[in-house]
Each structure stands twice: as C-alpha cells, then as structure tokens.
C-alpha cells in the first residue's frame, strides 16, 4: 500500500540552525501539506502546496519556514533559524485532489 | 470560522465493551469529517471519513461514526472494544480554502481500553 515518507524520524539540532525536514509523498498525489504538534497539543495545519507553490498558510508559518519540492518527488519543509518553540513534530500529508490526506509518521524535531 | 471540539480528554472502556468517542463541529457549508488515529510515537493513521451519503460510515480496524447533522456532531463508535484500540483518537474538518483542503483538527481524546 502507498504511503507518505518522512526523513529523518527524530532530528536534534541547536537553536539557530537551519533544518530541512524531508517527505516523499505519495507518487500519484498533487497536493501537500505539512502540519506540526507541538507535545501534548493538537495537530495544526501549517501550509498547502500545490502546482508547484503555496496554496495556503497559516500564521504559524512565518518568514522562517519555507517549502519546497525540489525534484519532483520530495517535498521538504525548511526551517531557517530554529528556535526551542519549533520543537515538535513535524507531518507531511498529501492527497490527490480531494479533502482526504495521507499523514507521513512524523519527524520530531527537538531544539535545543 | 470552521472548529472542532473532542469534549473528552480521555475515555475509559472495559475491552469487550462498547466505545463511543465524540466529536462536535462547526462550518458554514457541508462538512467533510474524519477520523485518525496516533499510537504512541506514530504517525497518524487514517480511520474513516464522512464526505455525503449515508450517515454511518464505517472505517478501519471495525470502527464506525454517525454523521449527525442537526447534532452537528460525528462520534466514533466501536462496538466491542480491544486493549490494542488504546490510543490518541482525533477528529478532523476538512474545508477547501483557496484551491487546496485543509483539515482542522480536535485536541484529541486519549482512549484506554482496560483489560
């Protein structure tokens, strides 16, 4: 059965770095997304992307955080200066058309 | 604005027993309705979903939910509940913003089913 991807599974890194988190979506699906839960809390949505660019995006997703889809199979999100509230973790989805979305398992990511 | 509320943070059942986990909702316009689950340090995994048609909709691992529109509500039910359905259960609402769909998630309701 066809799933979403995630790499890495947990990444670590210093406060002020730059992360990529990666994903490979489904092969036949057009639209992606990426959402996070912070620990305890509910999963929210950060940004759509479609075509090539960004349908849509939250508040959340400020300046810092950037997507990009760089080969025509990953669909990776990019945090440019990470600070300890980016820690948590990361989903990638992606869907064909419809309002239905396929969840990756998650990258967490941990600041510190 | 669309929300979701999952009124309990956890729910207790016996295994054997029946389980109900509840989800209310609120959109302007149809609703498209879902349910995932997440084990612990897992991803989430897709249960069920309500785009129309009939109101009960039944998923994976035999759970089922109604779709009730004048309660605005879409409950999770199983009818004979497994120590392996402990896990963190949340409702989703799906609305198209501006060419793409978002999903609009409930804080979730951690489920414990005792043996």
């Known amino acids: 059965e066809p799933e979403v991807t995630q790499t890495p599974s947990h990444q670590v890194t210093q406060m002020g770095q730059e992360v990529i988190l990666r994903c490979v979506p489904i092969?036949?699906?057009?639209?992606f997304y990426w959402y996070r839960q912070i620990l305890g809390q509910k999963v929210e949505f950060l940004v759509s992307?479609?075509?090539?660019?960004?349908?849509?995006k939250s508040e959340i997703f400020d300046d810092q955080f950037s997507v990009e889809r760089p080969d025509g199979s990953n669909f990776t999100l990019k945090i440019r200066s990470t600070k300890l509230e980016d820690s948590a973790m990361y989903f990638c989805?992606?869907?064909?058309?419809?309002?239905?979305?396929?969840f990756g398992q998650g990258t967490r990511l941990t600041v510190v | 604005a669309q929300s979701v509320a999952q009124p309990e943070d956890q729910v207790k059942v016996a295994e054997g027993n029946p389980l109900t986990v509840k989800c209310t909702y609120s959109?302007?316009?149809?609703?498209?309705l879902f349910w995932y689950v997440q084990y612990p340090n897992r991803g989430l995994q897709f249960l069920l979903k309500?785009?129309?048609?009939?109101?009960l909709v039944k998923g994976s691992y035999g759970f089922e939910a109604e779709f009730n529109k004048s309660q605005t509500s879409f409950h999770l039910k199983k009818p004979s509940a497994l120590v392996s359905d402990s896990a963190l259960y949340f409702c989703?609402?799906?609305?198209?913003?501006?060419?793409?769909?978002?999903?609009?998630f409930g804080k979730g309701t951690k489920l414990s089913v005792i043996p």
């Open positions: 989805a992606s869907s064909e058309g419809g309002v239905s979305a396929f």
């Open positions: 092969s036949n699906h057009l639209y």
């Open positions: 992307f479609y075509n090539n660019e960004i349908s849509e």
């Open positions: 959109v302007s316009g149809n609703p498209y």
């Open positions: 309500y785009i129309t048609g009939d109101n």
């Open positions: 989703a609402l799906g609305y198209s913003g501006a060419g793409s769909y978002q999903l609009t």
